[in-house]
T-cell receptor, first 109, second 114 residues
Framework: QKEVEQDPGPLSVPEGAIVSLNCTYSNSAFQYFMWYRQYSRKGPELLMYTYSSGNKEDGRFTAQVDKSSKYISLFIRDSQPSDSATYLCAMIRVNQFYFGTGTSLTVIP | GAVVSQHPSWVICKSGTSVKIECRSLDFQATTMFWYRQFPKQSLMLMATSNEGSKATYEQGVEKDKFLINHASLTLSTLTVTSAHPEDSSFYIC??????????FGPGTRLLVL
């Protein structure tokens, strides 16, 4: 079993919908949790960075971490076609990155 | 499946030395490998893309003579930081993709140049 699991999708939603992206992990020693957005042929762009349980909001994006359930989520409100991309979760433990495989999201106008 | 490893995970070196970082796809053939730099709490910056058996394609602003990339086989790519300086200290992360173009990321190599 991989240490970080992420449903690869693809996920298609209509414009304006709320999108929920999720990752689960198996090791409780993970310290930092990130969400990246990656457009085709570009490097992953850091969207959210958190290290504690709870919610963190930035504009239309909310990152949620539940350490007791070993579960992290990224919510996108009022989704736009420009949000169409691959979303990667990542975690850090002992200076090592652990990436999910990414979820491909398409927002349909 | 689809595991990418990097070696070493940690390296400390003196200024002026060269450091080689390996990126391996353990259970699939990687036709394309990508090298990124990751500064703390920042986005991954794409440095170069390499296809097996071909010269790497470097992103604008990345010195190809300083960051030597070799992709000699379908499971191994190496990044050599030549004459490393303290400003080269960073995480270096590789990713690999096969025929399906999904990128699988390695765990990163932390380089500290003293």
């Amino acid at each position: 079993q991989k240490e970080v699991e992420q449903d690869p999708g693809p996920l298609s939603v209509p414009e304006g919908a709320i999108v929920s992206l999720n990752c689960t992990y198996s090791n409780s020693a993970f310290q930092y949790f990130m969400w990246y957005r990656q457009y085709s042929r570009k490097g992953p762009e850091l969207l959210m960075y958190t290290y504690s349980s709870g919610n963190k909001e930035d504009g239309r994006f909310t990152a949620q971490v539940d350490k007791s359930s070993k579960y992290i989520s990224l919510f996108i409100r009022d989704s736009q076609p420009s949000d169409s991309a691959t979303y990667l979760c990542a975690m850090i433990r002992v200076n090592q990155f652990y990436f999910g495989t990414g979820t491909s999201l398409t927002v349909i106008p | 499946g689809a595991v990418v490893s990097q070696h070493p995970s940690w390296v400390i070196c003196k200024s002026g030395t060269s450091v080689k970082i390996e990126c391996r796809s353990l259970d699939f053939q990687a036709t394309t490998m990508f090298w990124y730099r990751q500064f703390p709490k920042q986005s991954l910056m794409l440095m170069a893309t390499s296809n097996e058996g071909s010269k790497a394609t470097y992103e604008q602003g990345v010195e190809k003579d300083k960051f030597l990339i070799n992709h000699a086989s379908l499971t191994l790519s190496t990044l050599t930081v030549t004459s490393a300086h303290p400003e080269d200290s960073s995480f270096y992360i590789c990713s690999a993709s096969g025929l399906k173009e999904t990128q699988y990321f390695g765990p990163g190599t932390r380089l500290l140049v003293l």
